[in-house]
């Protein structure tokens, strides 16, 4: 079974500094994507970045970007000059590649950013 | 705004009742998700529909059962309703290609007392 695991439920930053956020995941299939997803108090799941397995590019977003480390079955989330919009639950998300839509998440990790 | 819209945004129940939750999707995209939010087994999958197809199925109860319209949207169905069904229940839409990006609505929040 596939599974992802955010082993920090949560983490503050203060504001415009750097803050990385962890995942792992569990899965024998080779071509899969994964995703962060933000969810503010407002509670709408938002997509903040997206990563295909079979690309070796770290994928960028503005102030977002991850770390994927495919062996290590690792995908971390570096949120650059945080700001206080920021604040919100984080969660990483996998998906086997012929499963569109299939998301599966990760309990989730709590940021808040201080002024 | 992601362009799904779910109703009602909050209700409140009894245990033993039925409640039906409606999802109308971004214009154009064919397939519909819903997942269900909860404090104990956090996000899961339910179920998808494409098209008025149901397409794939995850952890969703046999209580549970869910449609696609020939317009599109959908409903959930949740009956015999315990405390434990007590959650958000997202609907989420996509162009229905694998790798399309899940657009999700704000949600309905369930709450049975």
């Known amino acids: 079974a596939q599974t992802v695991t955010q082993s920090q439920p949560e983490m503050s930053v203060q504001e415009a500094e750097t803050v990385t956020l962890s995942c792992t995941y569990d899965?024998?299939?080779?071509?899969?994507?994964l995703f962060w997803y933000k969810q503010p108090p407002s509670r709408q799941m938002i997509l903040v970045i997206r990563?295909?397995?079979?690309?070796?590019q770290n994928a960028t977003e503005n102030r977002f970007s991850v770390n994927f480390q495919k062996a290590a079955k690792s995908f971390s989330l570096k949120i650059s000059d945080s700001q206080l919009g920021d604040t919100a639950m984080y969660f990483c998300?996998?998906?086997?590649?012929?499963?569109?839509?299939?998301?599966?998440f990760g309990q989730g990790t709590e940021l808040s950013v201080k002024p | 705004d992601s362009g799904v819209t779910q109703t009602p945004k909050h209700l409140i129940t009894a245990t033993g009742q039925r409640v039906t939750l409606r999802c109308s999707p971004r214009?154009?995209?064919?397939?519909v998700y819903w997942y269900q939010q909860s404090l104990d087994q956090g996000l899961q999958f339910l179920i998808q529909y494409y098209n008025g197809e149901e397409r794939a199925k995850g952890n969703i109860l046999e209580r549970f059962s869910a449609q696609q319209f020939p317009d599109l949207h959908s409903e959930l169905n949740l009956s015999s309703l315990e405390l434990g069904d007590s959650a958000l229940y997202f609907c989420?839409?996509?162009?229905?290609?694998?790798?399309?990006?899940?657009?999700f609505g704000e949600g309905s929040r369930l709450t049975v007392l």
């Open positions: 989420a839409s996509s162009d229905g290609h694998d790798a399309g990006e899940l657009f």
């Open positions: 899965t024998s299939e080779n071509n899969y994507y």
């Open positions: 990563q295909e397995a079979y690309k070796q």
């Open positions: 998300a996998f998906m086997p590649y012929n499963q569109g839509g299939k998301l599966i």
């Open positions: 214009s154009g995209d064919l397939s």
